[in-house]
């Protein structure tokens, strides 16, 4: 049973970047969980973060441990929400979650629709310069959910897979977009994993028309913060 640690957050002002909802604090007993994410969750930039897609972010707690010993002059820093997740559990990782998934929780039921990308924002909140690098070479990015049914869920309700509908892991999917040469056999075969976000479909799309690969530097590494 995969019962979650629950958090949300406002947007805030940081002195370094543009205003950010990467600081969420626990929630303990029911929330809602809406089309659009949990109850009193805010995501500063739409165009990235949230909408249905993209309704919840979920990291594994075993990534914290890793991180502390890759990086033990901040370990303190390395405890969720850390990477402003929604949900953080055990048991559940890359490897054995599935693009397309759908997990009952609570009274709603959400479907794996992508990796995390990581940005450069968790470099500044983190500290570490890199980080963003590291997380996405290292196949530890956690994930996205749409909500497919909503209603009341919390850290008292386990996640429990209901229908896997594709054969691509998470991790695949990770490989796929972020580790590989540029490869069209996998592209389409990512394409058609059921469950797949819309935001990432564009973007294969993209590769198959252009037949090259962005460029990751704008959202790995970002820009300064202007005076």
């Known amino acids: 049973m995969h019962y979650p640690q629950v958090f949300i957050g406002a947007i805030q002002e940081h002195e370094e970047m543009r205003p950010t909802a990467l600081i969420k604090r626990a929630v303990e007993g ?3 969980l809406t089309p659009l994410g949990l109850e009193g969750d805010e995501q500063a930039e739409t165009r990235v973060h949230g909408g249905p897609d993209r309704a919840l972010c979920h990291f594994p707690r075993e990534h914290y441990a890793h991180l502390r010993q890759a990086f033990p ?3 303190e820093h390395f405890q ?12 559940l990782t890359e490897q054995n979650v599935f693009i397309g998934d759908i997990f009952r929780w609570g009274e709603a039921l959400i479907q794996v629709t992508q990796p995390r990308s990581p940005c450069y924002k968790i470099n500044i909140h983190m500290g570490v310069a890199q980080l963003s690098h590291h997380l996405q070479q290292s196949g530890r990015c956690g994930w996205l959910y749409r909500v497919l049914s909503p209603g009341y869920v919390g850290d008292a309700q386990p996640l429990a897979l209901l229908t896997r509908n594709s054969d691509i892991s998470v991790e695949e999917a990770i490989a796929i977009a972020f580790h590989l040469p540029y490869d069209e056999e996998q592209y389409r075969r990512l394409l058609g994993a059921a469950g797949l976000a819309a935001s990432w479909s564009q973007k294969l799309q993209a590769r198959l028309e252009t037949r090259r ?3 990751f530097g704008p959202r790995l590494d970002g820009k300064p913060k202007k005076a």
């Open 80 to 91: 969720p929400p850390g990477f402003g997740e929604n949900i953080s559990t055990l048991g």
């Open 73 to 75: 002059e901040r370990c």
């Open 30 to 32: 029911r929330i809602l």
């Open 213 to 215: 690969i962005e460029d």
